[in-house]
């Protein structure tokens, strides 16, 4: 691949700060949060965002597609949604008496799937493909969908009654998984100074199109990533299938995830190359909903999280050779 010039990481970097400080206009005191967000954009993944009722999920979710002056829609999961309504039915046209494919919810650049969890596994998995191969295919016939395409999830882990928990392998096509956390003292105060005049999502203009935010794409997939740091990840994925409480480690899937999020972390912090602090610091968002836990290990109460901080302090760290 072609180095990318510095004036294109500098662009990047501007890009990238606009929409940092655009979505902080309504999202107080969650800079990790909306970092990893936009990384998740920046690297053409999905992301699930997890996390109990009122900290800002839906808002954090809408405050991105907003953001961006392309397509965006908002379907609410729910047990009675169809799989045609996320991806689209052909319907008999009698006007010109042919079948007619009229598009469902995922034919836009950002797809906000507001609790989705709540909608069975059969319209779960129509986004499978969506999500994977950037297509959708409906009666024999196959629709591409455009660039950018994400997909944003929000669920609430705490409420289980009526919900239908991600399979592993939807969880797997999301590119990292974050939660919000209540925010600290300070911003938790600033936003009961500003309410009701604190701006609202649906007041945020759009700071970027559509067709900036591929061009940001590319410049991230040109970020330089030394051999020993692929080697880092690698020894991380091969420590995971050997860890005797997964049952399920780090797929390959999952280590191209963790280098496209630290290539994107780099370019979001000015740098043209990767670090190991990059991966470290993404580890657990990219890796812990694609680790399955042992069932002696669930027993005993290990969590994922456990799980990744320890395979981070065993897996040596490359020097600054490579």
């Known amino acids: 691949m072609q180095p990318v010039p510095a004036s294109r990481h500098a662009s990047f970097n501007r890009l990238f700060d606009a929409m940092l400080a655009n979505v902080e206009q309504v999202i107080r005191g969650k800079e990790e949060a909306i970092r990893f967000g936009l990384v998740c954009l920046f690297a053409e993944g999905h992301l699930l965002i997890e996390d109990v009722p009122g900290v800002g999920k839906t808002s954090l979710a809408k405050a991105i597609a907003r953001s961006i002056g392309g397509t965006w829609r908002r379907v609410q999961f729910t047990p009675d949604l169809l799989p045609s309504d996320v991806t689209g039915v052909s319907v008999w046209n009698r006007a010109q008496s042919e079948f007619e494919f009229r598009p469902g919810g995922v034919f836009a650049n950002v797809l906000l799937a507001d609790e989705i969890n709540r909608a069975s596994p059969k319209t779960q998995s129509a986004l499978l493909e969506a999500m994977e191969e950037r297509q959708v295919t409906v009666d024999a016939h196959t629709y591409r969908l455009g660039r950018p395409f994400m997909v944003i999830a929000t669920q609430n882990p705490i409420e289980l009654?009526?919900?239908?928990?991600?399979?592993?392998?939807?969880?797997?096509?999301?590119?990292?998984?974050?939660?919000?956390?209540?925010?600290?003292?300070?911003?938790?105060?600033?936003?009961?100074?500003?309410?009701?005049?604190?701006?609202?999502?649906?007041?945020?203009?759009?700071v970027t199109s559509a067709e900036e935010i591929v061009a940001a794409a590319d410049v991230v997939a040109g970020v330089h990533v030394a051999n020993n740091i692929k080697g880092y990840i690698v020894d991380l994925a091969e420590a995971s299938r050997r860890h005797r409480d997964l049952a399920l480690g780090m797929s390959p899937r999952g280590a191209l995830a963790l280098q496209r999020s630290a290539r994107a972390l780099a370019a979001s912090l000015g740098r043209e190359y990767v670090v190991p602090d990059d991966v470290k610091r993404l580890a657990p968002a990219v890796l812990e909903h694609r680790l399955l836990l042992a069932p002696d290990a669930q027993l005993r109460g290990v969590t994922p999280d456990a799980v990744v901080q320890t395979l981070l302090s065993s897996v040596p760290v490359p020097g600054a050779t490579g």
Do not use: C, K, W
């Open 161 to 206: 009654e009526g919900t239908y928990p991600l399979p592993e392998a939807q969880l797997d096509r999301f590119l990292m998984r974050i939660e919000m956390g209540y925010p600290n003292r300070d911003s938790e105060v600033q936003i009961l100074e500003l309410h009701p005049g604190h701006p609202r999502v649906d007041d945020l203009e759009p």
